[in-house]
Structure formats: C-alpha cells, structure tokens
C-alpha cells in the first residue's frame, strides 16, 4: 500500500499549521503502518529530514509533477484535490482532510476584495470547489465534532448521504470521522534565551504573554492590544509578545489590515516595544519550543461569528504542549473546553477590560495558575498526533470507504467541475478587468 499525503502549505523549517500538520499525518501512518510506504509531497523543496525511515519528503514543482505523484500512490491525502486528480478519480481513494469549516474563513477573507463583484464571484469559486471536494472525497477528516456537523450537513445537501451509505454506518463515523490538530510529545525546553533579557523591552523577570501564530481577519489582536494599556497601569513587567508576523504560506502579514492594524495601534497607545512586541518573520518550527517555554500565558482571542463557532484553533494545541494556561475569548470550540475544564480563563469577545482582568487574575494567584497548568497537562496526551490520528490510520489499514460508489457519483462530479472551472474563470476575468481599470485611475 503506497500512501500520499498532499500538503497545500509548506512543509519544512519554515511551516504554519497546514504544513505542520500534513507533517505529523505522514509522520504517524509511516509510524503505525508498518506495510505502507507513505510520501509527503509539498509545494515547496521541504528542507527538513524524514522522521522515518519508510516516510519520503518530496516536492511536487507543478501540476505534472503532483499528477504523476498521485498516480503512483493508492491512497491520496490532501486538504484539497487539485482538478487533474479528477483523471485518478475512479482508481484511488481519496481522503479529505477539512480540518477547518473553510468557507467561515474564505468569508473573512473575501473582505481583502473591496470590490463586490469579485468578492460575490469568488465566494461562488469557493462554494463550487466545497462540493467538488465532497463529491471527490472517499472519507473525511475534520477537526471537531461541531465541524463534523457541517461537513455532515453539507454531504446532506449534495446527496452524498443515501440510504445505502446510512445502511452500512447509520452515525456516518466511516465516512465523516474527527482527526484534530494534535499536540508534540514531551514538552518544550529553552535551547537558548530567546525573549526574557534577549528582545529589547523584555526584563529576564517579565512576565510574557505569547500569541501564538498569525494574525488574521477573524483574530481580534486590537482587542488584547487594549487589554495591555489596563494591565500595564498595574504592572509593568507583563508584556505581550506576537510570535510570527509573515506567514510562510503568504496569507497575512504586514501589507495585510489585520496586522498592520495591530501594529499601528500598538504604536497609538504608545506600547509598541515596551509592553507590545512583534516577532519580525516567522519562527522556525523547531525554535518554537524556545519561544513558548520562555511564556507565562498563552493569549488569543476573536469575535462572536460564524467563524468562530466552528473553529479549532490550532495555536492552542501548542499551548497545551507548553502547559500554559490560557486567557481567550469564548466562542469557539476550544475556547469552550479552556472555561469547562479549567484550563483558563474565557471571556466574552470585544470586551478589553474583561481580558485585561483575566490576564491579572491569573498572574496574581500562584494558586490558581498553578491549578490551570496543572489541568493543561492533562489534556496533552488525549490530543497526542499518535492518538488522535486513530480513525485515519483505520481507513488507511482496512482501505474501505462506505462513500456512494464513485460510478454514481461521476456524473455529479463532472457537473461541479465545470461549474467550479466557469466560476472561477468568470472571477478571474473580472478581477483582471477591475484591476487594469483601477491601474488606469491611478496614472
């Protein structure tokens, strides 16, 4: 059995939450599959070595490249199937990973497109290449039972849950199962000094307060950014230290709002460098480690949306790594489990006064924090990559998929590949229009 887990991001020293978890998929089949032969292939030339002997790391340059690759393999991985692997469709088994409720996302994202034309038109993108990717799908993977309820849902919808399917798994376990972002084993140790006494503005005995990851259109960093002018009229020795700022996948960063925004407010309040500091880049995944044993508390916070209902985030799990208790705002799935299992303290979202007091409550009460953190312990090894991984290392072994057979599914698969390619090159043409228009404005 030759398996393939197609990473969309980068995978190397340099990689966000979509490489690093294509990374410890590929890692945990290699390990608990001793007759397969697993490759990860990345869009970059990963720079990184096989934790495993029967794991190959490879790149894939281009379309031929990956197509080939796909062809070779039996079993396909990929957060998302690019439109030549339907040519594979009817020989391999596809499994999807929708380890996020995407479209939530994609609605944030669309306000980068101030014009509402190609904002509608690749919105319209986005849905088609959802039920596309469904109809493709042999088995999916998400990250939370709350999204297991939309991806159950959708499949609902496309007519993709028939009584046949019902048939063979009434609970649909077998076709739509949860595999969440997982937690590294061990916990963290400083190889080296990396923030207290290192970063200008950061004391040896501060303490910090990490965010950990990106900065994105649905995280509120202005929120917790104000939270800071109330905490640093108590006490000036608790700073606020972002972790990446250019995202390796290209999807935030400074020429984006969200960040420029969090910067320029630091800057108004008067905190940047002294209580409100930006990691310049991005921290490489295996310095990570440094950065979080150094931290006091993990901090991240959102808004009340769509987005946040069905998140998981993904920067808590290493979070939980370090044992670090957390101050978030509610809303989402993990948040949830932070206020119900005491792992920190939750708080409504947009309200800077409430952070502010979590964050001191937490830092004034040895007790307490002490209590948290032994509590976030606790939560590593049921999230452990070995552990979580249960439900796709089974499909892999058994190579079973309960799916509507693909000769029914053809037909509906080829109508959403057409209306996925019309829709998108009816996006394109009109950014392209609007785009020349606006360079014409601008001479």
């Known amino acids: 059995m030759k398996i393939l887990v197609l990473s969309r991001g980068v995978v190397g020293r340099d990689m966000a939450s979509p490489g690093v978890r294509a990374y410890h998929m590929a890692r945990v089949l290699a390990e608990q599959l001793p007759d397969a032969e697993v490759t990860l292939s990345a869009p970059n030339v990963p720079d990184i070595p096989s934790p495993h ?12 490249t990956g197509f080939l690759q796909m062809l070779s393999h039996d079993i396909i991985i990929s957060r ?3 439109l030549h692997a339907l040519a594979l469709f009817p020989g391999k088994l596809l499994a999807l990973d929708f380890y996020a409720a995407f479209y939530s996302e994609w609605l944030a994202l669309s ?16 849905r088609h290449l959802v039920d596309l990717q469904l109809t493709m799908a042999d088995y999916i993977v998400c990250s939370s039972e709350r999204q297991r309820d939309v991806w159950a849902g959708a499949l ?37 000094p990396v923030l207290k006494g290192v970063v200008p503005g950061i004391g040896e005995h501060d303490k910090v ?9 649905w995280f ?36 984006y709002e969200p960040l420029r925004q969090a910067v320029e407010l630091s800057k108004e309040l008067g ?8 990691n310049e880049g991005w921290v490489p995944y295996d310095e990570t480690g440094d950065y979080l044993a150094e931290a006091d508390l993990g901090v991240c916070a959102g808004y009340d949306n769509l987005e946040a209902r069905f998140a998981f985030r993904t920067r808590f799990v290493d979070l939980f790594w370090a044992e670090l208790p957390i101050v978030c705002t509610r809303g989402d799935e993990l948040a949830a489990r932070v206020e119900r299992e005491s792992l920190g303290i939750a708080v409504p979202p947009e309200d800077p006064d409430a952070f502010a007091a979590g964050v001191l409550r937490l830092l004034d009460d040895g007790e307490l924090y002490a209590r948290y953190q032994r509590n976030v312990a606790l939560v590593k090894e049921e999230l452990s990559w070995e552990r979580v991984m249960a439900p796709l290392v089974e499909f892999c072994r058994t190579g079973r998929s309960i799916a509507v057979p693909k000769r029914q599914r053809m037909p509906a698969l ?30």
């Open 220 to 255: 509120d960093a202005l929120a917790v950014i104000r939270a800071m002018t109330r905490v640093s009229r108590v006490r000036d020795d608790i700073k606020l230290f972002f972790l990446g700022t250019e995202h390796p996948d290209k999807v935030t960063g400074l020429r």
């Open 53 to 64: 002997p029967r794991l190959q790391i490879i790149a894939y340059r281009n379309a031929l």
């Open 111 to 126: 306000q980068r497109l101030p014009q509402r034309a190609a904002r509608k038109l690749w919105m319209a993108s986005r």
């Open 156 to 192: 609902y919808a496309l007519g993709l849950v028939t009584p046949s399917v019902f048939d063979r798994d009434a609970s649909l376990r077998r076709l739509v199962d949860v595999v969440p972002y997982g937690v590294r084993s061990g916990r963290p140790q400083s190889k080296r």
């Open 209 to 217: 307060l990490i965010w950990n990851g990106s900065v994105m259109e």
């Open 271 to 278: 905190l940047y460098g002294r209580s409100v500091f930006f």
């Open 414 to 443: 080829l109508r959403r590949t057409i209306a996925h390619a019309a829709i998108t090159a009816r996006y394109l043409s009109v950014y392209r229009l609007i785009g020349r228009r606006e360079q014409a404005e601008t001479l």
């Open 80 to 82: 998302n199937f690019p």
